[in-house]
């Protein structure tokens, strides 16, 4: 089994920043998919940052430019780094992994997208609560 334990969240003012972790006590997978999820107040679970084992990342538009997904794959850690947070990014954030990334089909290997709902993702934490204050 694997365990993913998020850290870093709290509260801040709008105009800061936080620097989430994501600790994962191993990784099965040669290739992969991690990810950063959120969930606001009464509002539906959704994708704030991907990153793929091979370094490729993608954003939610409400964020990029603003946040930066990184890992650590010696130490099995996943990383969000929130700038400029503004009220809307109040919310539960989860971060999650699944693999693999790389599959064979029609004679050769291909990436598939990590951007998924969390659904389609194998495990998940138990999420760590940012609150941005205006």
């Known amino acids: 089994q694997v365990q993913l334990v998020e850290s870093g969240g709290g509260s801040v003012q709008s105009g800061g920043s936080l620097r989430l972790s994501c600790a994962a006590s191993r990784n099965p997978y040669n290739t992969y998919c991690m990810a950063w999820f959120r969930q606001a107040p009464g509002k539906e679970r959704e994708g704030a940052a991907f990153v793929r084992s091979d370094g490729v990342s993608s954003y939610a538009g409400a964020v990029k430019g603003r946040f930066t997904i990184s890992e650590d794959k010696a130490k099995n850690s996943l990383y969000l780094q929130m700038d400029s947070l503004i009220p809307e990014d109040t919310a539960v954030y989860y971060c999650?992994?699944?693999?693999?990334?790389?599959?064979w089909g029609g004679g050769s290997y291909y990436y598939t997208s990590c951007v998924a709902p969390i659904e389609e993702y194998d495990y998940r934490g138990q999420g760590t609560q940012v609150t941005v204050s205006s």
């Open positions: 999650a992994l699944k693999g693999p990334a790389q599959l």
